[in-house]
C-alpha cells in the first residue's frame, strides 16, 4: 500500500523557516518524480517545488530562492527548506509521487501525480 506521509508544518512568523518532511512507504519514487504542493484557502493546489528522477530540481517562481527541495534515498523522504517565509505562503501543503520519470513543468502540475499526502498545514504571520 503506497503512503506518503507529511509532517513538520506548524506557525512561525514572516521572515522564519520551517522544513518539511514527507515519508514515503510501499514505493519507491527515485526513478520518478517528487513534488510539493499548496492550497491556499480558496484558491486551487499549485506546485510549489518538484524533485526529478535526475536529482535536479524546479521551483515555482513565488518562491525561487527560498524554498530548497531535497531527497533523502536512503530514507525515501523528501523535504523542502524553506526559509524567508511570508504571510502569502501560508497553506496546505502536500507531498505527491509518482514513478514517471516527468521532465519540465509537467513536476510541477498536479495531473501527472498518482500518490498524494493527506498534507501539513503552515501558517505565516506577519
Known amino acids: 500500500q503506497v503512503q506518503l506521509v507529511e509532517s513538520g508544518g506548524g506557525s512561525v512568523q514572516a521572515g522564519g523557516s520551517l522544513r518539511l518532511s514527507c515519508v514515503a512507504s510501499?514505493?519507491?519514487?527515485?526513478?520518478?518524480?517528487m513534488a510539493w504542493f499548496r492550497r491556499a484557502p480558496g484558491k486551487e493546489r499549485v506546485g510549489v517545488a518538484a524533485?526529478?528522477?535526475?536529482?535536479?530540481?524546479r521551483y515555482a517562481d513565488s518562491v525561487q530562492g527560498r524554498f530548497t527541495i531535497s531527497l533523502d534515498n536512503a530514507k525515501n523522504t523528501l523535504y523542502p527548506q524553506m526559509n524567508s517565509l511570508k504571510p502569502e505562503d501560508s497553506a496546505l501543503y502536500y507531498c505527491?509521487?509518482?514513478?514517471?520519470?516527468?521532465?519540465?513543468?509537467?513536476?510541477?502540475?498536479?495531473?501527472?501525480?498518482?500518490?498524494w499526502g493527506r498534507g501539513t498545514q503552515v501558517t505565516v504571520s506577519s
Open positions: 505527491a509521487g509518482t514513478s514517471v520519470p516527468l521532465t519540465g513543468s509537467r513536476g510541477l502540475s498536479p495531473n501527472y501525480y498518482e500518490n
Open positions: 510501499g514505493v519507491a519514487h527515485s526513478g520518478g518524480c
Open positions: 524533485f526529478y528522477h535526475d536529482r535536479s530540481t
